[in-house]
């Protein structure tokens, strides 16, 4: 803001007449407040009027005197509100009449006795406690997510008895966005984990002569384990991220309400499509992960061993059984039905703010990457115990 | 130095690509004035607003701020020309992860070299004139509506600024909120010496304080009036400025 400087004031133009002063002359009954100088905010060498800078004196008045101030803005303010709430504990009442209009206009907004600052409550909630809620937090987690996945088939089952309420359209951006367009991704992940995975069994087995072994071991890796586990952590961070994104941001926009009041299921309208997209694709991503992945170890193990591409596609054919096959389609599906699940309710759960898009998305991707290597392990277990 | 210019636009044609949204504004702002710019909804009000701010470059036209070209220079230029400009967004655009306070004090502590301690007496101080001081610690998401608008006017007035924008102040208040917000937008610019600049089409809060104005015709995509909201509605003749400020329909029905 502009100067203001007060006509007839006198023009002292010497660097010590221009700091901000003050002092209290006059009568303990009928102080005057004089001030002089320029008061600029910007400075930073506005004085503190002090607490105990008025005695006790009910009943008096003060008055100003600001005819040698020579500029000023809302510093001087910040000091006559200093001066404003000490003189009301003083009782002592301020005659503002004898402060410029402009002054007396801004010091007239600000309180006396302001209120005090609210403050967030944080209880510090003993160890053991915060253990246990948080326990009881992710169990109650584990109930609402398994009830959205029931009230998501139900949907499901209504849309295929055709009292749907999903619209196609939705199912197929999603299914687009979730298929076609991670391609690229998917395909240079897995191609790399297979060829990481052929130059480490290389440099091992061509010890016993076994390198053409480098082609079961990629061929088993990818079709149990990697193909299934790479891709959904690669579709947890990419779509899984973006779904928890944009249902909070819906959230924030009071979307979520809107469909709410129509009664328009959240169950049915986003998350069915969301889950279902994620359910067709996963699958196709894992086959063409198996089939990349196993490229990639062809590449490397053409080139580095002593092996001809039919000898190689003998071995990898012969590898592993339809069994394996089965155990790493299941997985994927599983892990598609998890991401998609717990994304769109991680969303759902966000607060309203742009940060809370941001703590969302995160959450969603950690969740989603944690849950599918514990997934990842709880199958393995069933495994060996099936025998498979 | 009642005629000071302020800011001033010459044949300022604005659009996005090559779908036009006004031509032909031209208009003065007066030192200590409250400019209104009126006109009906998608007229092109918030589009002017944002290239007084620096947010859309006309596409012609030149703008001055004081005496300085304000398109003609570089970014840096713009930025300093900015800190004399503060505004107030139609929803307060607080920033969402940080306290009112907190938001108050990051311009401060971007662009000046005060201590802490200063800086929170200061930040106090904005908040004591919007009457906001309890809210000082709290989220944008812990207040209602009409303190978050009152938390921006407190951030639009963070360094001081000579110039305040505010766009559609009383949307969505109540009209004893919004009375107030009109009282303290008339004492802020007496007490501040500030010039401001007001979009809004809430007409008793432009009757009580805008001074001076222009209205803006969604149809002609031109401004069709200049003056005050108050001599618009009692001396023009333009029919459709006429509805406007009488809240009567138009030949299509339309508010």
């Known amino acids: 803001m502009t100067d203001r400087t007060e006509t007839g004031s006198p023009a002292t133009q010497s660097g010590n007449d221009r700091t901000p002063q003050w002092h209290l002359q006059g009568e303990q ?17 506005i004085p503190v009027f002090p607490k105990d800078g008025l005695k006790k004196a009910p009943g008096a008045h003060l008055s100003f005197q600001t005819s040698d101030v020579q500029g000023w803005d809302t510093g001087l303010i910040a000091f006559l509100w200093d001066l404003k709430r000490v003189a009301h504990d003083a009782g002592i ?26 403050h967030h409550k944080k209880l510090r909630q003993p160890f053991l406690e915060t253990i246990g809620s948080h326990t ?12 959205l996945g029931a009230l998501t088939v139900k949907g499901a089952v209504q849309t295929i008895l055709g009292r749907s309420r999903m619209r196609l359209i939705d199912l197929l951006t999603n299914t687009a966005d979730a298929g076609p367009y991670a391609l690229l991704i998917v395909g240079v992940v897995n191609f790399l984990i297979g060829a990481i995975l052929a130059f480490v069994g290389a440099v091992e087995l061509q010890k016993f002569a076994a390198g053409i072994y480098v082609a079961s071991l990629v061929g088993i890796a990818m079709v149990r384990e990697m193909a299934a586990v790479m891709t959904a952590i690669i579709m947890a961070g990419r779509t899984g991220g973006a779904y928890a994104a944009r249902i909070s941001t819906m959230q924030g926009n009071e979307e979520i309400d809107a469909l709410n009041v129509f009664g328009i ?7 069915l499509p969301a889950v279902l997209s994620l359910i067709i694709t996963m699958p196709f991503l894992y086959l063409y992960g198996c089939l990349i992945g196993m490229l990639g170890g062809f590449v490397v193990a053409i080139s580095m061993l002593d092996i001809t591409p039919a000898g190689y596609f003998h071995q990898t054919v012969t590898a592993f059984g339809i069994g394996q096959f089965i155990f790493g389609f299941t997985k ?8 998609g699940l717990t994304s769109c309710r991680i969303g759902l759960k966000a607060g309203r703010s742009a940060a809370d898009v941001g703590i969302a998305a995160t959450r969603a991707v950690v969740v989603g990457i944690v849950g599918v290597i514990a997934i990842d392990a709880i199958f393995a277990v069933i495994a060996d115990v099936l025998g498979i | 130095m009642p005629d000071q210019t302020v800011l001033s636009l010459r044949d300022i044609t604005l659009s996005f690509g090559p779908k036009v949204i006004q031509k032909n504004i031209s208009l003065d702002v007066h030192k200590g004035s409250i400019f209104a710019v009126m006109g009906g909804s998608g007229c092109g009000k918030s589009t002017l607003l944002k290239s007084m701010i620096g947010l859309l470059r006309p596409s012609a036209g030149e703008y001055h701020v004081g005496d300085e070209n304000y398109w003609a220079g570089n970014e840096a230029h713009r930025t300093d020309l900015n800190h004399r400009f503060g505004v107030l967004f139609q929803s307060g655009a607080l920033w969402s992860s940080m306290t009112i306070g907190e938001n108050i004090a990051l311009p401060l502590q971007m662009f000046t070299d005060l201590k802490p301690d200063v800086i929170r007496r200061l930040v106090e101080l904005k908040l004591g004139f919007v009457g906001m001081l309890q809210a000082i610690d709290l989220y944008p998401s812990e207040i209602s509506g009409g303190m978050r608008k009152r938390a921006g006017l407190a951030r639009a007035l963070a360094l001081d600024p000579d110039i305040l924008f505010f766009d559609e102040p009383s949307a969505g208040l109540d009209p004893i909120t919004s009375a107030r917000l009109d009282d303290l937008i008339l004492n802020l610019r007496d007490g501040l010496g500030a010039t401001i600049i007001i979009v809004s089409h809430e007409l008793s809060s432009l009757f009580h304080i805008a001074d001076d104005g222009i209205f803006l015709d969604a149809k002609t995509k031109t401004p069709i009036a200049h003056g005050s909201p108050r001599d618009l509605r009692d001396h023009c003749t333009d029919p459709q400025v006429h509805a406007f400020m009488h809240r009567e329909r138009d030949e299509e029905g339309n508010t």
Do not use: C, H, K
């Open chain 1, 265 to 271: 299921p959240t169950s049915t309208y986003l998350i």
């Open chain 1, 332 to 339: 994927s599906l599983v892990f598609g039905a998890f991401i």
């Open chain 1, 136 to 147: 009881i937090a992710s169990v109650t987690e584990v109930g609402v997510v398994s009830e």
């Open chain 1, 93 to 118: 009442s301020l005659d503002i009449q004898t402060l410029p209009g402009p002054m007396r206009q801004l010091l007239e907004l600000l309180p006396e006795a302001p209120d005090e600052p609210v």
């Open chain 1, 29 to 45: 009954n009928a102080p005057v407040m004089v001030l002089s100088g320029t008061w600029q905010a910007r400075t930073g060498n």
